[in-house]
């Protein structure tokens, strides 16, 4: 198992005394203890990590009338020199705790160390170096006109903090999803108000300590922790004192919180769920494609949004890249997250493998061939008690069943073949999830041909989960509304005002 990350004065033990770090809230620059505490399990042995304080509604409302102070204060009128200054202290921060950090997201998640360490943290501490390298460089629109009488007319666009945000994030890349718009929103000079999953508090926690060494001023960013309905998530985003809600998670959830926006026409922005397909051609580089669908269908035990769970193989080459995907597949490592040359720890949770399980049942019931896993490894060690799944390749499934439709956020991918270019153009586009899609082909003009026309937010060629932080990011339909990325997230968390002046 880990070693216990969360050894620091602010996860000191209340309740029990001898070992259990109890995990509170932030608010206006404190640390601060609620009445009721939920439990944080260990995916991979089920073990207890550590209490976590749950914020009731009081507790979310001083956190967000503390965002609205420290709004009103000095930090909108800071300068970017500072507020970029301030977001390379964080990112100086976590790169100084960088096995704190790692050490956080393994014990919540059971992910393999070495992928909190090159994805997980690192992407959180570049999340946020790049937004306080864009501020430094960003510029705004100038239009020059002539007004009727002939006078000339200049217009320009300035950004202005929208205020407090509203941050609700996932368990599945916890710091890499939270540091997201975290950074953005204080980088455009706002106060935030983040609540993070109820399974993957720690990193969470770890970052507001971070914050708070390095000086941000009281209010500006505060820490909530607790569930979704009924809890932090709800009093959060129902506050009519919030400006604007930046939620990743589940299109049902998004789905609530829009209502909840709606009362206020507040903004939203909103990364939501997929179900990726990933399409290879016959011409694709053979070894490479292989290689790739192993990558999105199971990295993180398939528990991306933007993991490929429906694979489509061009017939002449399906029998075969069946065959080879199934072959790396039982060749991947599934162990302790800590395990030399470990590929895949377990789900995130209990509840979320009976989700996946149920999904496994279900795949059978429709009919589908199990090419291979559907079921639970057995270890003979304490990783029996984990939520640990079978990565899993099925066939013969219909583009109707509800295995090919319904997103099951697990490492499990359903390979069909096709014929033509125009028919698996149809079949990827036959959803109601947009997010990404992945084309494999050496041929240079139908991979632009194909890539333009998926109905997606995000298409890769020959790669896949490649980012570039300046990029637009976000899906169509189910899978979310508006782009971050760049000058996308410079635009969502600014309130954008046009100053016309007449010369
Ligand atoms: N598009 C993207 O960029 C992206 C990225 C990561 C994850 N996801 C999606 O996230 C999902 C997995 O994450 P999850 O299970 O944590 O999602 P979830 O929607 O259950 O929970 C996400 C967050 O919302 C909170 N929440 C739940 N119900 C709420 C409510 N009624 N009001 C306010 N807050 C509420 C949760 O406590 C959690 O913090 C998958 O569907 C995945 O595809 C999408
Ligand atoms: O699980 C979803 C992954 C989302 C990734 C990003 O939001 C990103 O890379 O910025």
């Given at each position: ?42 995916p991979v042995n089920g ?63 059971g992910r393999p ?185 199971f990295?993180?035990s398939g528990q ?22 199934k072959?790396?597949t039982e060749q991947l490592r599934i162990d302790f997250p800590?395990a030399?040359g470990v590929d895949m720890g377990p789900l995130v949770?209990h509840?979320h493998r009976d989700?996946v399980l149920?999904?496994y049942r ?8 199990i090419v291979t896993g559907g079921g639970v490894p057995v270890f003979g060690d304490e990783r029996d008690q984990g939520a640990y799944a079978q990565p899993t390749i ?16 697990g490492p499990i ?91």
């Amino acid at each position: 198992m880990a070693s216990n990350p969360l050894s620091s004065p602010h996860a000191a033990s209340a309740q029990d005394a001898v070992s259990t770090p109890l995990l509170r809230c932030f608010i206006d620059g404190a640390w601060v203890e609620t009445a009721r505490t939920f439990d944080n399990i260990n995916p991979v042995n089920g073990r207890l990590i550590s209490r976590v304080c749950e914020a009731d509604r009081d507790t979310v409302n001083a956190a967000i009338s503390a965002a609205n102070r420290a709004a009103k204060g000095g930090w909108r009128g800071t300068s970017v020199t500072e507020r970029a200054a301030l977001l390379h202290r964080i990112a100086d921060g976590i790169e100084q705790r960088f096995d704190d950090f790692v050490a956080a997201e393994v014990a919540d998640t059971g992910r393999p160390v070495h992928q909190a360490r090159t994805l997980d943290v690192a992407r959180g501490i570049a999340n946020f170096r790049t937004f306080a390298d864009l501020i430094k460089t960003a510029s705004s629109e100038m239009f020059e006109s002539t007004a009727p009488d002939g006078a000339k007319i200049l217009n320009y666009v300035v950004r202005k903090p929208l205020g407090t945000i509203g941050i609700i994030s996932p368990w599945n890349l916890p710091l890499l999803l939270l540091t997201w718009k975290v950074a953005p929103a204080l980088a455009m000079g706002n106060c935030v108000v983040a609540k993070p999953s109820e399974e993957t508090p720690s990193s969470a926690t770890l970052l507001a300590e971070v914050i708070q060494a390095a000086g941000l001023p009281n209010g500006v960013f505060n820490l909530i922790h607790g569930f979704g309905p009924d809890s932090a998530g709800q009093f959060l985003s129902t506050s009519p004192h919030i400006d604007a809600i930046t939620f990743t998670g589940e299109s049902r959830t998004g789905s609530t919180i829009m209502k909840a926006a709606a009362e206020g026409v507040k903004e939203v922005s909103f990364e939501l769920g997929g179900k990726n397909a990933a399409v290879v051609f016959a011409d694709a580089d053979f070894d490479a494609a292989v290689a790739g669908v192993l990558r999105s269908s199971f990295t993180n035990s398939g528990q991306v949004c933007l993991c490929s769970e429906r694979v489509y193989v061009e017939r002449s080459i399906f029998d075969r890249f069946v065959a080879a995907l199934k072959d790396r597949t039982e060749q991947l490592r599934i162990d302790f997250p800590q395990a030399e040359g470990v590929d895949m720890g377990p789900l995130v949770s209990h509840a979320h493998r009976d989700k996946v399980l149920s999904y496994y049942r279900l795949a059978r019931e429709e009919g589908a061939i199990i090419v291979t896993g559907g079921g639970v490894p057995v270890f003979g060690d304490e990783r029996d008690q984990g939520a640990y799944a079978q990565p899993t390749i099925i066939t013969g499934l219909s583009d109707t069943a509800r295995c090919t439709r319904e997103e099951i956020f697990g490492p499990i991918c359903h390979i069909a073949p096709f014929d033509t270019e125009d028919e698996v153009i149809a079949r990827v586009n036959d959803s109601p999830y947009g997010l990404a899609a992945c084309v494999w082909t050496t041929h240079l003009s139908r991979a632009h041909r194909v890539a333009a026309q998926f109905e997606t937010g995000i298409v890769w060629v020959n790669t896949w989960f490649t980012r570039d932080l300046r990029t637009p990011f976000g899906g169509t339909k189910l899978s979310g509304m508006g782009r971050e990325g760049g000058r996308y997230s410079m635009d969502f968390y600014s309130e954008i005002s046009n100053i016309c002046i007449r010369l």
